[in-house]
C-alpha cells in the first residue's frame, strides 16, 4: 500500500500534468461535415466560431469527403473575395487537421466550385497565450466589410464575431479528446498500476 506522502505528491503532480494538457480539437460545424452550408442555417460557421473559446494549442478537425471538398487556409483579402487561386495551406485528405499555434484571425473556406459563394468559409480567432486578442488588421477589416455584401447564402445574418467577441457558450460545445487528454489518462493509469 502507498505512503500518504507519495499518494499526495502522485496527485500534485497529475495536476500540474493536467494543467498544461488543455488543449481540445474541434469538429469543424459541430454535427455537420465540412460542406456548403444548407439554406436554412447559412451561418451555420459563423455561429459555429463564434461560440466557442478557441486558445492556442487547439486543433480544429474538418471531416468531407475528399473526392468533393477541401480545406484551404487563406488570407483575409482572400477570404472576402472568395479567391481561392493563391491558398497558405490547401488539406485535402477528408480528415484534415489545423493546429491552431499563432494568435490572431485564422480564415479558411473550401476552393471546390462555389464553394466558398455558397456560405463555406470559416473565420477563427486565437487569443495570445496570455487570453488576449490581438487587434484587427485593415485587411481583417475589409473582410468583414466584404462579407456584408455576399449574396444572402454566403453572408451571415450577423457579423463575424469581433476580436473582442468572445461569448462563452463552451457547455456545448462537442469537444474531441486532445493529446493532452490522453497523457493524463495514461499517467493515471501508470500510476494506479504502481500502486496497486
Known amino acids: 500500500m502507498a505512503r500518504p506522502s507519495a499518494l499526495a505528491t502522485l496527485a500534485a503532480a497529475l495536476l500540474l ?12 460545424g459541430g454535427l455537420d461535415a465540412w460542406a456548403p452550408p444548407p439554406g436554412s442555417k447559412p451561418d451555420v460557421y459563423v455561429l ?3 461560440s466557442l473559446p478557441f486558445k492556442l ?9 475528399p473526392s468533393q471538398d477541401n480545406v484551404v487556409q487563406v488570407t483575409a483579402k482572400s477570404f472576402a473575395a472568395c479567391d481561392v487561386s493563391d491558398p497558405v495551406l490547401t488539406l485535402d485528405d477528408g480528415n484534415s487537421v489545423f493546429n491552431l499555434t499563432t494568435a490572431g484571425r485564422v480564415y ?35 473582410a468583414l466589410k466584404a462579407l456584408a455584401a455576399l449574396p444572402p447564402a454566403a453572408a451571415p445574418t450577423e457579423a463575424l464575431p469581433s476580436l473582442s467577441d468572445n461569448d462563452d457558450d463552451s457547455a456545448d460545445a462537442p469537444r474531441v479528446a486532445g493529446a493532452g487528454s490522453v497523457l493524463l489518462a495514461a499517467a493515471a493509469v501508470l500510476s494506479l498500476a504502481l500502486f496497486l
Open 17 to 28: 500534468l493536467a494543467d498544461g494538457c488543455g488543449a481540445a480539437m474541434y469538429k469543424v
Open 48 to 50: 459555429w466560431g463564434k
Open 108 to 142: 479558411f473556406t473550401s476552393s471546390a466550385a462555389g464553394h466558398c459563394r455558397k456560405g463555406q468559409k470559416l473565420s477563427i480567432d486565437v487569443p495570445t497565450a496570455e487570453g488576449k486578442f490581438l487587434a484587427p488588421s485593415a485587411d481583417d477589416q475589409a
Open 57 to 65: 494549442g487547439d486543433s480544429l478537425f474538418f471531416l468531407y469527403p
